[in-house]
């Protein structure tokens, strides 16, 4: 299995459709036996889900997401972990021990109110 962590500086990014990378873990029977750091070449937003696919990828960990990218998401089936913080490899970590704090009604809707995702946690207030 391939999890997919929206990632910046080891952190959990917060702003799906902004990530400029993503660490994928490689997992086999519930340990990490390898992850990397991969870019995304500049794409963005609803081309997320095809490079995820592409990358083989059945799980994404990140903070703030939009609708539209959840609607992406869930028709190539990946599964969705959102409102997650903090250290990326922690939250995997957390993932696979079935103690992942995350937020199943995550929605970035703030978008054009003069504030980016990246800025707080969004769908946390």
Avoid: R, W
């Amino acid at each position: 299995m391939k999890i997919a962590v929206t990632y910046e500086n080891g952190m959990v990014f917060q702003h799906f459709g902004h990530s400029e990378q993503f660490k994928i873990y490689e997992v086999e029977d519930g340990k990490i036996i390898a992850s990397e750091v991969v870019p995304t070449n500049g794409q963005g937003h609803g081309a997320l889900a095809g490079f995820l696919t592409n990358q083989q990828v059945e799980v994404l960990i990140c903070g703030g997401i939009g609708a539209g990218a959840q609607t992406a998401l869930a028709n190539v089936g990946i599964k969705l972990y959102g409102g997650v913080s903090g250290l990326a490899d922690s939250a995997v970590s957390a993932y696979l021990a079935g103690k992942l704090d995350y937020n199943p009604d995550i929605m970035c809707s703030h978008h054009g109110e003069g504030h980016s995702c990246g800025e707080h946690n969004c769908g946390n207030h």
